[in-house]
T-cell receptor
Framework: NAGVTQTPKFRILKIGQSMTLQCTQDMNHNYMYWYRQDPGMGLKLIYYSVGAGITDKGEVPNGYNVSRSTTEDFPLRLELAAPSQTSVYFC????????????FGPGTRLTVT | AQSVTQLGSHVSVSEGALVLLRCNYSSSVPPYLFWYVQYPNQGLQLLLKYTSAATLVKGINDFEAEFKKSETSFHLTKPSAHMSDAAEYFCAVSVKTSYDKVIFGPGTSLSVIP
Protein backbone atom coordinates (compact mmCIF):
# COMPACT_ATOMS: atom_id res chain seq x y z
CA ASN A 1 0.00 0.00 0.00
CA ALA A 2 1.91 3.04 -1.27
CA GLY A 3 -0.64 5.68 -0.19
CA VAL A 4 -0.32 8.91 -2.17
CA THR A 5 2.58 9.18 -4.59
CA GLN A 6 3.75 12.27 -6.47
CA THR A 7 6.17 12.76 -9.32
CA PRO A 8 8.52 14.44 -9.88
CA LYS A 9 10.09 15.30 -6.53
CA PHE A 10 11.88 18.35 -7.91
CA ARG A 11 11.59 20.40 -11.08
CA ILE A 12 13.02 23.61 -12.45
CA LEU A 13 11.02 25.33 -15.17
CA LYS A 14 11.72 28.36 -17.30
CA ILE A 15 9.07 31.08 -17.49
CA GLY A 16 6.41 30.14 -20.03
CA GLN A 17 7.10 26.41 -20.00
CA SER A 18 4.41 23.85 -19.18
CA MET A 19 4.42 20.74 -17.07
CA THR A 20 2.19 18.22 -15.36
CA LEU A 21 2.55 17.20 -11.74
CA GLN A 22 1.41 13.63 -11.25
CA CYS A 23 -0.53 12.32 -8.26
CA THR A 24 -1.73 8.77 -7.69
CA GLN A 25 -3.42 7.16 -4.70
CA ASP A 26 -4.11 3.49 -4.13
CA MET A 27 -6.60 3.78 -1.26
CA ASN A 28 -9.71 4.06 -3.45
CA HIS A 29 -10.42 7.53 -2.05
CA ASN A 30 -13.05 9.61 -3.78
CA TYR A 31 -11.80 12.99 -2.61
CA MET A 32 -8.50 14.38 -3.88
CA TYR A 33 -6.87 17.77 -3.43
CA TRP A 34 -3.99 19.86 -4.70
CA TYR A 35 -2.33 22.35 -2.35
CA ARG A 36 0.58 24.69 -2.64
CA GLN A 37 2.74 25.53 0.34
CA ASP A 38 4.63 28.79 0.54
CA PRO A 39 6.88 29.65 3.52
CA GLY A 40 4.91 30.91 6.52
CA MET A 41 1.61 30.71 4.63
CA GLY A 42 0.30 27.27 5.45
CA LEU A 43 -1.40 25.36 2.65
CA LYS A 44 -3.61 26.91 0.00
CA LEU A 45 -6.08 24.79 -1.93
CA ILE A 46 -5.65 24.94 -5.71
CA TYR A 47 -8.18 22.40 -7.01
CA TYR A 48 -10.15 19.51 -5.63
CA SER A 49 -12.10 16.54 -6.90
CA VAL A 50 -14.94 14.60 -5.27
CA GLY A 51 -14.78 11.71 -7.72
CA ALA A 52 -13.77 10.66 -11.20
CA GLY A 53 -14.92 13.23 -13.74
CA ILE A 54 -15.73 15.88 -11.10
CA THR A 55 -13.32 18.72 -10.34
CA ASP A 56 -13.64 22.26 -9.07
CA LYS A 57 -11.58 25.29 -8.14
CA GLY A 58 -10.16 25.97 -4.72
CA GLU A 59 -8.78 29.21 -3.32
CA VAL A 60 -5.90 29.80 -5.77
CA PRO A 61 -6.71 28.10 -9.13
CA ASN A 62 -5.35 30.72 -11.54
CA GLY A 63 -2.59 29.34 -13.76
CA TYR A 64 -3.48 25.70 -13.10
CA ASN A 65 -5.74 23.01 -14.53
CA VAL A 66 -6.68 19.52 -13.41
CA SER A 67 -8.43 16.44 -14.68
CA ARG A 68 -9.75 13.30 -12.97
CA SER A 69 -10.36 10.51 -15.43
CA THR A 70 -9.86 7.73 -12.87
CA THR A 71 -10.31 7.37 -9.13
CA GLU A 72 -6.57 6.86 -8.68
CA ASP A 73 -5.06 9.75 -10.64
CA PHE A 74 -5.35 13.52 -10.23
CA PRO A 75 -2.74 15.36 -12.34
CA LEU A 76 -2.12 19.11 -12.01
CA ARG A 77 -1.20 21.03 -15.15
CA LEU A 78 0.75 24.29 -15.30
CA GLU A 79 0.31 25.78 -18.76
CA LEU A 80 2.49 28.91 -18.73
CA ALA A 81 4.81 28.80 -15.76
CA ALA A 82 5.40 32.04 -13.87
CA PRO A 83 7.81 32.84 -11.01
CA SER A 84 4.80 33.21 -8.69
CA GLN A 85 4.22 29.47 -9.11
CA THR A 86 7.49 28.64 -7.41
CA SER A 87 6.29 26.59 -4.46
CA VAL A 88 5.99 23.14 -2.97
CA TYR A 89 2.94 21.27 -4.24
CA PHE A 90 1.14 18.61 -2.25
CA CYS A 91 -1.50 16.20 -3.36
CA UNK A 92 -3.85 14.69 -0.77
CA UNK A 93 -6.74 12.28 -0.68
CA UNK A 94 -9.38 11.11 1.74
CA UNK A 95 -12.31 8.79 1.95
CA UNK A 96 -15.91 9.93 1.82
CA UNK A 97 -16.64 9.54 5.53
CA UNK A 98 -17.08 12.64 7.63
CA UNK A 99 -13.92 12.43 9.70
CA UNK A 100 -12.09 14.49 7.07
CA UNK A 101 -8.62 13.03 7.58
CA UNK A 102 -6.45 13.66 4.55
CA UNK A 103 -3.47 11.62 3.42
CA PHE A 104 -0.67 13.59 1.83
CA GLY A 105 1.92 12.78 -0.78
CA PRO A 106 5.60 13.69 -0.30
CA GLY A 107 5.35 16.85 -2.41
CA THR A 108 6.89 18.32 -5.55
CA ARG A 109 9.29 21.24 -5.19
CA LEU A 110 8.93 23.48 -8.23
CA THR A 111 11.13 26.44 -9.12
CA VAL A 112 10.26 28.76 -12.00
CA THR A 113 13.07 31.01 -13.20
CA ALA B 1 -15.75 32.65 8.06
CA GLN B 2 -13.76 29.81 9.50
CA SER B 3 -10.10 30.39 10.29
CA VAL B 4 -7.19 28.97 12.22
CA THR B 5 -4.48 30.87 14.05
CA GLN B 6 -1.31 29.44 15.54
CA LEU B 7 0.45 31.59 18.11
CA GLY B 8 4.17 31.59 17.46
CA SER B 9 5.64 30.80 14.07
CA HIS B 10 8.67 29.31 15.82
CA VAL B 11 8.96 27.58 19.19
CA SER B 12 12.16 26.30 20.81
CA VAL B 13 12.23 23.86 23.72
CA SER B 14 14.96 21.93 25.46
CA GLU B 15 15.10 18.18 25.11
CA GLY B 16 12.94 16.68 27.86
CA ALA B 17 10.89 19.84 28.36
CA LEU B 18 7.18 20.27 27.85
CA VAL B 19 6.01 21.03 24.32
CA LEU B 20 3.05 23.41 23.97
CA LEU B 21 1.90 24.54 20.55
CA ARG B 22 -1.13 26.82 20.45
CA CYS B 23 -4.05 26.72 18.07
CA ASN B 24 -7.22 28.78 18.07
CA TYR B 25 -10.02 28.44 15.57
CA SER B 26 -13.16 30.17 14.56
CA SER B 27 -16.12 28.21 13.34
CA SER B 28 -19.83 28.86 13.26
CA VAL B 29 -20.59 25.18 13.66
CA PRO B 30 -19.01 22.41 15.74
CA PRO B 31 -15.71 21.70 14.04
CA TYR B 32 -13.52 18.77 13.35
CA LEU B 33 -9.96 19.70 14.32
CA PHE B 34 -6.61 18.23 13.35
CA TRP B 35 -2.94 18.48 14.09
CA TYR B 36 -0.54 17.47 11.33
CA VAL B 37 3.25 17.21 11.48
CA GLN B 38 5.61 17.82 8.59
CA TYR B 39 9.18 16.57 8.83
CA PRO B 40 11.77 18.20 6.55
CA ASN B 41 11.20 17.47 2.88
CA GLN B 42 8.17 15.30 3.57
CA GLY B 43 4.42 15.56 3.27
CA LEU B 44 2.06 16.15 6.17
CA GLN B 45 1.18 13.31 8.53
CA LEU B 46 -1.78 13.20 10.89
CA LEU B 47 -0.84 13.47 14.57
CA LEU B 48 -4.33 13.45 16.03
CA LYS B 49 -7.86 14.61 15.42
CA TYR B 50 -10.93 15.75 17.30
CA THR B 51 -14.25 14.57 15.92
CA SER B 52 -16.66 15.51 18.73
CA ALA B 53 -16.05 12.50 20.94
CA ALA B 54 -13.65 12.91 23.91
CA THR B 55 -12.33 16.43 24.34
CA LEU B 56 -8.87 15.16 25.26
CA VAL B 57 -7.40 13.48 22.21
CA LYS B 58 -4.31 11.32 22.22
CA GLY B 59 -2.19 10.93 19.14
CA ILE B 60 1.02 9.34 18.00
CA ASN B 61 4.39 9.80 19.69
CA ASP B 62 2.81 10.84 23.04
CA PHE B 63 1.24 14.00 21.65
CA GLU B 64 -2.17 15.01 22.87
CA ALA B 65 -4.54 17.94 22.43
CA GLU B 66 -7.53 19.23 24.33
CA PHE B 67 -10.57 20.73 22.66
CA LYS B 68 -11.89 23.68 24.68
CA LYS B 69 -15.06 25.03 23.16
CA SER B 70 -15.26 28.02 25.52
CA GLU B 71 -11.79 29.14 24.48
CA THR B 72 -12.09 27.96 20.85
CA SER B 73 -8.73 26.33 21.32
CA PHE B 74 -7.09 23.05 20.43
CA HIS B 75 -3.56 23.28 21.85
CA LEU B 76 -1.05 20.50 21.24
CA THR B 77 1.13 19.22 24.07
CA LYS B 78 3.78 16.61 24.74
CA PRO B 79 5.23 16.03 28.21
CA SER B 80 8.84 15.53 27.15
CA ALA B 81 10.37 16.73 23.91
CA HIS B 82 12.66 14.50 21.87
CA MET B 83 15.12 15.60 19.24
CA SER B 84 13.05 13.74 16.68
CA ASP B 85 10.07 16.05 17.38
CA ALA B 86 11.76 18.90 15.51
CA ALA B 87 9.36 19.61 12.65
CA GLU B 88 6.64 21.92 11.36
CA TYR B 89 3.23 21.52 13.00
CA PHE B 90 -0.04 22.53 11.42
CA CYS B 91 -3.40 22.93 13.07
CA ALA B 92 -6.42 22.54 10.79
CA VAL B 93 -10.18 22.89 11.01
CA SER B 94 -12.69 21.19 8.78
CA VAL B 95 -15.64 22.93 7.27
CA LYS B 96 -18.64 21.07 5.98
CA THR B 97 -18.96 22.24 2.40
CA SER B 98 -19.52 20.47 -0.88
CA TYR B 99 -15.96 19.23 -0.73
CA ASP B 100 -15.39 19.21 3.04
CA LYS B 101 -12.89 22.03 3.00
CA VAL B 102 -9.99 21.92 5.45
CA ILE B 103 -8.44 25.21 6.51
CA PHE B 104 -4.83 25.03 7.65
CA GLY B 105 -3.09 27.35 10.05
CA PRO B 106 0.22 28.95 9.02
CA GLY B 107 2.24 26.41 10.96
CA THR B 108 4.63 26.43 13.92
CA SER B 109 8.21 25.32 13.52
CA LEU B 110 9.41 23.40 16.58
CA SER B 111 13.10 23.27 17.42
CA VAL B 112 14.43 20.97 20.13
CA ILE B 113 17.66 22.02 21.82
CA PRO B 114 19.93 19.26 23.16
Amino acid sequence: NAGVTQTPKFRILKIGQSMTLQCTQDMNHNYMYWYRQDPGMGLKLIYYSVGAGITDKGEVPNGYNVSRSTTEDFPLRLELAAPSQTSVYFCASRSSNRHYEQYFGPGTRLTVT
Amino acid sequence: AQSVTQLGSHVSVSEGALVLLRCNYSSSVPPYLFWYVQYPNQGLQLLLKYTSAATLVKGINDFEAEFKKSETSFHLTKPSAHMSDAAEYFCAVSVKTSYDKVIFGPGTSLSVIP
